[in-house]
Nanobody, 126 residues
Framework: QVQLVESGGGLVQAGGSLRLSCAAS????????MGWFRQAPGKEREFVSA????????YYADSVKGRFTISRDNAKRTLYLQMNSMKPEDTAVYYC???????????????????WGQGTQVTVSS
């Protein structure tokens, strides 16, 4: 069982930056592909970014490409999401998720992830 805890959310002005972290505990963190998802009020949970167990390649939703960067430190068992040039439409609860090994290695489908954190609120003011 993998346990995930997100941190780093908060309130930021448009154009600003935040860095989210996701600390993992449990079986070997490096065995899992990891993803970030977000859910705004009244909307479905949507894919933001994902990363393979090795750290590459990385994947991004078109809406965040060029602004967000996903990374991981397997030694620290931590996943990161650096968010720059933030926009009000980035406002949502952000979740990290872990996907056990399989094919494909990474997916944008939330149903393909087995373990989820509790989420952290990100609010971008205009």
């Amino acid at each position: 069982q993998v346990q995930l805890v997100e941190s780093g959310g908060g309130l930021v002005q448009a154009g600003g930056s935040l860095r989210l972290s996701c600390a993992a505990s449990g079986p070997t963190f490096s065995d899992y592909a990891m993803g970030w998802f977000r859910q705004a009020p009244g909307k479905e949970r949507e894919f933001v970014s994902a990363i393979r167990w090795s750290g590459a390649p990385t994947y991004y939703a078109d809406s965040v490409k060029g602004r967000f960067t996903i990374s991981r430190d397997n030694a620290k068992r931590t996943l990161y999401l650096q968010m720059n040039s933030m926009k009000p439409e980035d406002t949502a609860v952000y979740y990290c998720a872990a996907r056990p090994g399989g094919y494909p290695a990474v997916t944008m489908d939330p149903g393909g992830y087995k373990y989820w954190g509790q989420g952290t609120q990100v609010t971008v003011s205009s």
